[in-house]
């Protein structure tokens, strides 16, 4: 079952933590200064779907359960005091803590996480709830007394810890939601650490700590202000003078190097694989990439490893990656790593392979259009760098940038060659990261466009793979049938989450996804 | 010339309709639209009975004509609408950032005449000498230089050199006037320089073609001194040509530095501009270019009829 | 926006002039305007340098070299080498062509069918000069920026759609200029005395009205040429042009350009420099052109 994986405490991050902030007392009062790039265009965490809609309202809401940063990928409780899962699989009954009060004074009980599940998944009419398909296998939510609710499922989904620890689902109130269904999207009210204050368009966002916490002592921020900046060189600027404390989706290299130059050790640079990858999609409907010689090539033409080393001086990019991100549980050792076509350490070997492919295949002259995502950080140095590794086996590329409101009409409508896609999630976990590379015919998101029978197959033997070491035979012979017989997809490098925060930002710890730990319960600041 | 005012002013109508109609159009011809873009983030993905339904909560399921009726029917009431992407009244959310364009605006105008004005008829006076040369390839200069590129080697430099960046957040002038300018008055420089470049120009042909006519002569040849005469004719009757130019140029800042904008991290209306559109947020670009286009239009309208007082034959046609 | 008409209309002396040596007015140009003949120089050496870029420049411009990335200028690499080690001043030389061929392109493009549209509207008068000059006013107002991103969003990202969305936003502001022209030779008697002999429509036009309103033409094209290149570099630097790895001087500018500012700072500074120079130069010789076709002129 997953939840030996789950509870496994494997610290992920590969963080660069201040030594004094490991066991300093946290200090209470103060105020964070947030630089963030934009304001959220919905205040309703359910229809949300960019990070900054997390950022924002995070600190405003609780969840039943969340991710410990400092032990990612442990789940800890937030409103639930302890939960349990009946063998089947069938059942999750969750225990709420007593005491537990909205910021308008209200308690809250079993009733309002019922009523915000509901919402969830079955959303009223006219609302759209995003990841609603995520929670289809719950048949029904019950709530026998105020202190408990019970999750029942159709089918037992082992991910769906997962998605209760989800920062998307945030808690509301049922008596605010039975006035009007709306309410949350205009309104912000929760029962988190930090109260809502104001907003003011165009300029800054003002949360402050609520007395009535039901977490003692917690939160030791007075409060926070999150300013918007319009562009990521102000932001860098804002840090740089120390006019903000942090800016929590990532800057780039160079930018924490200018930081770093500027503010020596008054800034702490904590940095983690970020559980975001750029995925080449390969059009399987049009000639010649429905031809897996001709694949084969395009992924035996990167040289990954020095790809790594230049790229990450310059882009949010580092790791070489497989289907998982490295050094989490499921993750093949790089030694496996490179049998896989692509990753081998002899380039010139794997190019010569690629032209002979190519050779092969008839497609010796081969010339496409890449069509790449319309945004500029790290899509556009990848770009660059494809391109100039497809020259060296004479493929001849030519990009065009889709913006954004046509990218995805694109991507769907199969109208491309070669197109850039991506892959990031909250949770490093197999079942949801390789669920998007199944067949057409049961993936929406598979815009390579191809039906595969043994990958499918393989994809629900691991998912319902009882030991450790099934599950793992699974993942491998996945991988290796994804990315290296049949190269539906081509994995190029992973990110790389850098934050450079200042020095007195306390009891912050990087985790492989920017949508967690935005909570900011456990920030404390040193004077 | 009544007539002709009440001609011109009547023109300006079927113009910002004919504006309104192009921008509509343009709109959803462009590929993609807000109720795609909104829920095509980075971790979800909306069935398509979600996104119809958001799609007739804008009113995008209804007809083309049907849409743009109820558009113009708002805008006659002068209600613009809400923004499609925040929700929030379209007045409002360019009432934010309209404070700081038109600051910008003005200053980059001010800083435009000030150079301008003194380059502009040193040139003239001195015609043909290495002043009038000095002046006009400093004036092509500024034509010639792009003004983002101006603005990155302008923060550059105080970064290298002065080891000191602006401020890059915007505090309005009456909350804190000394942050205010120290933040706007390089990108003011930077348009500024561009603004006075076409303005200088301007200045030293009208003056050039004032000090051609025959009422100057006339003047110095009954020896008044030089100076009174430059005060009195020439600079009056040479400021006409140059207070059009440089209206329109005034116009073009509204929305119309972009770039400049980037380069500086201003919230002002160039980057509105460019979210809109980027967002398929129709009616928020639809407002804009309205706005934008209606400034231009009254702008040339005032223009118009000052080139149509100045000089009769034009009235005529 | 109404131009001062000029009374004394260049008639005949533009195709005199073709009759006399074209060297004579080389010299004469030179002499008398050394400014402008400075300005033609440098746009001759720059369409020099776009037409042998593949034997001057001294690598291949899209060549990644990670081993030399952000490099300082230096005798291997003069101008220095980029976030991927490209060198510089081979994408300058390369850029060049693209800044050229936009510049012309779209200046060619708009100034003709500007002056088609004004001549056309002129002849014609009447109820097709009213709508026209209609349509023209509403193309003037349209935000610049907006139109350019509205017509990428359309029809995709490419170099000749680059082209069009630069070129048409310039037909409106040329076609007015030379309807102001054309109308005042539409006044003159000879026309009327075509008319009245019989002549058509299309010999009118190409024999009496074309070649009056050259002047204002050839001044429009090369301040078009300024303005177009400016445009690119603008779209590119917004990410609406040239796309990467095409060398392209907007497009330098981008990106890793101002990232690096401080600590690679020629990234950002030649390619301005490149750009501030084609610009200027035909700015140079457009205004010596425009002082020595017809000093009565006034343009922007």
Not at chain 1, 171 to 197: C, H, I, K
Not at chain 1, 385 to 391: C, F, V
Request: aromatic residues 10%; contains cysteine; glycine residues 6%.
């Amino acid at each position: 079952m997953k939840l030996k994986t789950l509870c496994g405490a494997l610290v992920l991050a590969m963080a660069l933590a201040s030594a004094a902030g490991a066991q300093e007392q946290p200090r209470r009062g103060g105020v964070l200064r947030v630089a963030v790039a934009s304001e959220p265009n919905t205040l309703d965490c359910h229809a949300g779907t960019t990070f900054t809609v997390v950022h924002h309202l995070a600190p405003h809401y609780s969840f039943l359960v969340k991710f410990d940063a400092a032990n990612y990928p442990r789940i800890i409780g937030d409103l639930a005091e302890s939960w349990t899962v009946a063998p089947d699989g069938l059942t999750y009954t969750f225990r709420i803590r007593d005491g537990v009060l909205f910021h308008d004074g209200t308690p809250l009980t079993s009733a309002d996480v019922k009523a915000s599940f509901d919402r969830i998944r079955q959303p009223p009419a006219g609302l759209v709830s995003v990841r609603q398909s995520d929670y289809e296998d719950i048949s029904a939510i019950e709530t026998p007394d105020p202190r408990t609710v019970i999750f029942r499922l159709r089918a037992p989904a082992a991910s769906m810890l997962l998605n209760f620890a989800s920062p998307w689902n945030c808690l509301y109130s049922a008596a605010r939601l039975a006035a009007d269904p709306r309410w949350p999207e205009r309104n912000v009210m929760g029962t988190g650490p930090f109260r809502f204050v104001e907003h003011v368009r165009g300029s800054h966002w003002v949360g402050a700590r609520f007395e009535n916490y039901f977490e003692e002592g917690k939160p030791y921020l007075d409060g926070y202000r999150a300013v918007f900046m319009t562009s990521s060189s102000a932001m860098v600027a804002a840090v740089r003078g120390e006019r903000a404390h942090a800016q929590f989706r990532g800057f780039s290299p160079s930018e924490r190097d200018s930081i770093v130059q500027a503010l020596g050790n008054k800034i702490t640079v904590q940095e983690s694989p970020w559980n975001c990858v750029i995925l080449v999609a390969l059009n399987h409907e049009r000639k010649p990439f429905g031809d897996k010689r001709v694949r084969k090539a395009l992924t035996l033409a990167l040289d990954r490893y020095e790809g790594s080393k230049a790229l990450s001086k310059i882009a949010i990019v580092k790791d070489v990656a497989g289907i998982q991100v490295p050094g989490t549980p499921w993750a093949t050792p790089p030694a496996e790593l490179e049998k896989l076509a692509g990753y081998s350490k002899d380039i010139a070997a794997s190019r010569a392979e690629a032209k002979r492919l190519l050779k092969e295949a008839g497609a010796e002259n081969l010339s496409f259009t890449y069509k790449n995502r319309g945004v500029a950080m790290p899509y556009e140095p990848l770009a660059v760098w494809l391109i100039d590794q497809w020259r060296q086996i004479g493929v001849t590329v030519k990009q065009e940038v889709v913006e954004a409101a046509a990218y995805y009409a694109t991507l769907r409508g199969g109208d491309f060659d070669v197109a850039a896609d991506f892959q990031c999630g909250f949770i490093v976990e197999p079942d949801l990261d390789i669920y998007k590379f199944q067949s057409s015919s049961i993936s929406h998101a598979n815009y390579s466009r191809y039906e595969d029978k043994v990958l499918d197959e393989l994809y629900v033997k691991q998912a319902r793979a009882v030991d450790a070491e099934e599950r793992r035979k699974a993942l491998r012979a996945f991988e290796k049938r994804l990315l290296d017989e049949e190269v539906h997809y081509i994995y190029t490098l992973q990110w790389h989450r850098i934050i450079p925060h200042s020095a007195k930002m306390r009891g912050w710890t990087i985790t492989p996804s920017h949508y967690l730990n935005q909570q900011l319960d456990t920030v404390w600041l040193t004077d | 010339m009544w007539k002709y005012v009440v001609k011109r002013f009547l023109l300006m109508i079927p113009t910002l309709f004919g504006v309104a109609v192009v921008i509509f159009v343009l709109m959803r011809i462009v590929p993609g639209d807000i109720v795609e873009l909104r829920f095509s983030g980075e971790s979800s993905y909306a069935s398509k009975e979600n996104l119809a339904a958001e799609r007739a909560r804008y009113g995008l399921d209804q007809p083309l004509w049907k849409q743009f009726a109820t558009w113009i029917w708002g805008l006659v009431r002068f209600d613009f609408g809400t923004s499609m992407w925040t929700g929030a009244p379209i007045l409002q959310e360019i009432k934010l950032r309209f404070a700081l364009s038109l600051q910008l605006a003005i200053m980059a105008t001010v800083v435009g005449v000030l150079i301008a004005l003194p380059l502009g008829v040193a040139a003239a006076l001195k015609q043909d000498t290495w002043v009038d040369y000095l002046a006009r390839v400093v004036s092509i200069a500024g034509i010639a230089t792009p003004s983002f590129w101006l603005g990155i080697l302008m923060i550059l430099t105080l970064l290298v050199v002065f080891r000191w960046l602006p401020p890059m957040v915007y505090t309005p002038f009456w909350v804190n006037p000394w942050q205010n300018l120290l933040q706007l008055i390089w990108p003011a420089l930077a348009v500024g320089y561009r603004l006075s470049a076409v303005a200088t120009r301007m200045t030293r042909s009208a003056m050039l073609e004032v000090l051609r006519e025959d009422y100057i002569r006339t003047a110095r040849a009954k020896g008044l001194v030089e100076m009174l005469i430059l005060k009195r004719h020439a600079l009056k009757n040479a400021m006409l040509p140059v207070l059009t130019v440089t209206g329109i140029e005034f116009a073009f800042l509204m929305g119309g530095l972009v770039v400049t904008e980037q380069v500086f991290n201003l919230n002002g209306l160039g980057l509105l501009f460019v979210q809109a559109v980027t967002r398929r947020d129709y009616t928020m670009t639809q407002a804009l270019v309205l706005l934008v286009a209606a400034v231009f239009i009254i702008v040339n309208f005032f223009m118009d009829l000052m080139y149509g007082w100045l000089d009769p034959r034009i009235r005529y046609r | 926006m109404a131009i001062n008409v000029p009374f004394g209309a260049v008639d005949v002396t533009a195709t005199e002039a073709a009759r006399a040596s074209w060297w004579a007015i080389v010299k004469d140009f030179c002499r008398r305007r050394p400014l402008g003949a400075a300005g033609a120089a440098v746009v001759l050496l720059l369409v020099v340098v776009a037409l042998s870029a593949n034997v001057i420049a001294p690598y291949d411009p899209e060549k990644v070299d990670f081993g030399a990335m952000l490099a300082r200028p230096s005798a291997a690499h003069w101008l220095g080498t980029d976030a991927f080690g490209r060198d510089v001043l081979s994408r300058l030389i390369y850029g060049s062509r693209t800044a050229l061929l936009v510049g012309f392109g779209a200046a060619v493009v708009g100034a003709t069918v500007g002056a088609v549209l004004g001549v056309g509207s002129a002849y014609f008068g009447g109820r097709v000069d009213l709508y026209l000059q209609r349509v023209l006013d509403i193309f003037i107002a349209f935000p610049l920026i907006i139109l350019a991103l509205a017509i990428v969003a359309i029809l995709g990202n490419s170099l000749p759609n680059l082209i069009m969305a630069i070129t048409i936003p310039m037909i409106p502001r040329c076609a007015l200029v030379i309807r102001s022209s054309a109308l005042s030779i539409r006044e003159m008697p000879y026309v009327d005395a075509a008319r009245a002999a019989g002549f058509g429509h299309a010999r009118i036009i190409l024999r009496h009205m074309l070649p009056n309103v050259m002047a204002p033409y050839l001044i429009m094209l090369t301040s078009f040429l300024g303005q177009a290149i400016l445009l690119e570099a603008s779209l590119s630097f917004l990410g609406l042009g040239v796309q990467e790895p095409t060398p392209a001087w907007g497009l330098m500018l981008r990106g890793a350009a101002v990232d690096f500012a401080e600590s690679a700072p020629w990234m950002a500074v030649f390619p301005g420099l490149a750009i501030s120079l084609a610009v200027f130069a035909f700015n140079l010789f457009g205004d010596s052109l425009r002082d020595a076709l017809d000093p009565k002129l006034r343009t922007l």
